[in-house]
């Protein structure tokens, strides 16, 4: 059986201000609407004989995930919460001891979550072909066959043909300089390490074991003294703690001797820049792609995109990225786009808050989005999924105003329990003890205004709460 | 004596975003904490022995005009409504004849609303002068010594010297081209056309009389019928849509033989573009202007101004400008701001509004901000100056929600007449008789939740208005 693994570990903030620590890359609904977490799932889960997505995802991103696969509906194969990034040859040991519990003999399919592949068919016939080579214990890497002589990726040169699809690896190589790359690129038997993988998951654990025992003992551990939150699977932090950080290629890749590879053209990409998401994107005659409101006159070669309820008029620019937030708005050159990163240390040396959050932020049991603030006031928009509830709490040195606009919320006020309805409104004085449930069949949609002398999310003391945050 | 007149009739939108129709370039604080028609009654009442300013605006305008007076508290001479647009002849007649009614040898400094001035030295010097000369019955303009040569002016050529500051005015001339533009500013005696002027009121309607007698028989009759409304004189629209379209050039200082010539160094500039408000405002050494929240890595030559609560990041981009607003942003190539037109018209034709409005809206009692807009619902931030009330109005589609932030406002709703402190709220259930005053010495400052299935700003009766406006 087939066990895709989505590694959904980034917190990448090269698509920053799109991307936030809270809400990395692989969240985004970056083309379509669906976020390249969903479209990794939705494609494994289009291959034949495939069992439902494991993921590997950090605790601050379950809920996301949580709800991103529900969002889909293929279901769910397990959600094993990182306690901390330690690279990828621990995050897949985790990985391939779950599918291994299950499923003996599984394979398993390793596919990062933040990459977008435009010819599926391609894809499709690559998997078959290292599900073939894993069946017989090669650990299959996928080698994208270079269009041209990229300088950011990791080479892999290929040795003897194994069959009609695939090869023994005979070395993987670092990122080149351009010169090598373009000799690279003209000898046609190097492909760009994609960073997916199939095996069989007892493969992996073998190989991991003879090249990499300090990571194999960990993982082992870790998973051995996992235990489930709701949907998740915590594996142990302290002995998770004591595994070396060290990537799949590294640690077991480059030193095994069953190590293949399939080469492939499936219009791959990791979705690296602002730059590489406009040079995958459809564009209109004048090369730009424009996202949500925007008027452009004059305008060439630019990925423009507009935020919710605001537009974007650009006049007589050329090759720009303009990227429009709630709270930021990002005007780059598009060969620029890589000092995002500059952006962001000045974001993170300055303490400020625009590369950790979005205004609108997720929570297990729906979302709220701080639609004003001024003095001595903050409005929300919250909104509670079916069947959810925030937990049981009190504020220090706020009061709260509540006003139903869709939907039934049921509120606590210290001993009270009673129904809101569309239109009503209640009172949450300083310091008493509430609630918001939803009971009923569609979303709560709800606006809270804040009022008191201090309004930050740090005061809240949570003496209740079904999703384990008390 | 002398009385200003301020013309702040424009609604140009070629600052837009931040200029839109309602609250056009001379409202707004482009360079300093003051608007542009708060710096010019500034700059005006530092004059010797000036009188209170004359303003002549749109009804749109009114209280604007009002507010902003009040803001720099140097008194008001009038605030002159022109019921339509008729161009500068009509609107310095009102002015003139308004003048003239209390002090019948007054003479009137004529400024548009939206202009800077860098050396007020100068200009009070230059003031100085032509007003020597209006005492002997010349009418003045005053010619801006030209340090380029701008083709979108026109030019005023002079004649003889009258004094040792002031000429004859040989002829006025239209916009040259580019080598006549170049030939004027060699040649040295040629000025731009400011649009500023000084002279007799009485004067002024005498010249008016005998060059354009349409007009000054329209403005005469449409200011005997004037009625006063608070602090506003309504001149007649009746009488007034009689008088023709003219400007002050082509009606009187072109066909008049006294007119005269004052010429002038003082650092002007009407602002007509965002590159020319960048050619104006301070720079820093990599000759970017920054206003508000913005980081920025590698960028020259840029004009960029971030709204309130929003940053603005760039990376690698010259010479561009980029204008961040509550609900709109404009990123263009800072040689081709003149295209905001085709923005602006394609907005137009579009039948939408980010060109005729901000997302805040003044009022005559306060302010409110649409902060939050959603399906059945919206959130606005409303502020009740001190002393203001409301309309008592009610609305036949939406209820309401008022949540005090700070200040004490009274509420009426129906029969019911009661104080609503800080943290308090209350509901103003569809169909109620409504209304909110703010008795207290301190702003009151409320959150809104409007609900219900139309939210439009026309769902509105008004019962009474302390405005006039029911």
Redo the contacts between chains.
């Keep these: 059986m087939l066990h895709p693994v989505v590694l959904s570990g980034g917190s990448g903030t090269r698509l920053w201000?799109l991307s936030r620590q809270n809400q990395p890359k692989q969240f985004l609904s970056l083309i379509g609407d669906h976020s390249l977490f969903q479209e990794t799932v939705l494609r494994a889960s289009r291959l034949p004989g495939v069992q439902p997505p494991v993921t590997v995802c950090s605790d601050d991103h379950r809920f996301m995930v949580g709800e991103q696969l529900q969002g889909v509906g293929i279901g769910n194969g397990g959600i094993l919460l990182e306690p901390m990034a330690r690279n990828t040859a621990p995050a897949i040991a985790l990985a391939a001891l779950h599918v291994a519990a299950g499923d003996p003999d599984g394979l398993m399919l390793v596919m990062p979550a933040d990459h977008l592949i435009e010819d599926e068919a391609a894809f499709r016939e690559a998997v078959a072909s290292a599900r073939r080579l894993a069946e017989a214990g090669w650990l299959v890497t996928f080698g994208i066959r270079p269009d041209y002589a990229e300088t950011g990726y990791g080479y892999i040169l290929r040795g003897e043909p194994l069959d009609e699809a695939g090869f023994r690896v005979a070395r993987f190589v670092e990122k080149p300089d351009l010169p090598t790359a373009e000799r690279y690129l003209a000898e046609g038997t190097y492909a760009w390490n994609s960073g997916m993988f199939l095996f069989q998951a007892r493969r992996y654990l073998e190989e991991l074991a003879t090249h990499a025992p300090a990571i194999a003992a960990a993982a082992r551990e870790a998973h051995a003294r996992a235990h489930t939150d709701l949907d998740f699977t915590r594996v142990d932090a302290q002995a998770f703690a004591a595994s070396p950080s060290d990537s799949i290629d590294y640690a077991v890749m480059e030193k095994t001797d069953r190590a293949a590879v399939v080469p492939v053209s499936c219009g791959w990409s990791d979705i690296g820049s602002w730059s590489s998401l406009w040079s995958v994107a459809q564009r209109d005659e004048d090369g730009n792609r424009h996202e949500g409101d925007v008027?452009s006159?004059?305008t060439r070669g630019s990925l423009v995109r507009a935020s919710e309820?605001?537009?974007?008029?650009?006049?007589?620019?050329e090759d720009?990225v303009?990227i429009?937030t709630?709270?930021?708005?990002?005007?780059?050159?598009k060969?620029?786009?890589q000092?995002?990163k500059?952006?962001v240390d000045?974001?993170k040396a300055d303490g400020r808050t625009?590369h950790l959050f979005h205004r609108k932020v997720y929570r297990p049991w729906g979302s709220y989005?701080s639609?004003?603030?001024?003095?001595?006031?903050q409005?929300k928009?919250i909104v509670v999924k079916p069947g959810a509830a925030l937990s049981l709490q009190k504020h220090a040195h706020r009061?709260e105003?509540w006003?139903v606009?869709?939907g039934v919320a049921e509120v606590t006020c210290d001993e009270r329990v009673f129904d809101l309805h569309?239109?009503e409104?209640t009172?949450i004085p300083q310091g008493s003890t509430h609630r918001l449930r939803n009971n009923g069949a569609d979303p709560v949609?709800l606006?809270e205004?804040q009022?008191?002398g201090y309004l930050g999310e740090d005061d809240i003391v949570r003496l209740e709460d079904v999703y384990g945050r008390s």
Tied chains: 1, 2.
């Design positions: 201000p008027i006159v004059d309820r605001r537009m974007i008029a650009t006049i007589g620019v720009l303009i429009d709630a709270d930021a708005t990002l005007v780059a050159r060969d620029r786009v000092d995002v500059t952006i000045r974001l625009e989005d639609i004003g603030v001024g003095e001595r006031f409005v928009k009061a105003h006003i606009v869709s569309e239109n409104s009172y949609v606006i205004v009022s008191g």
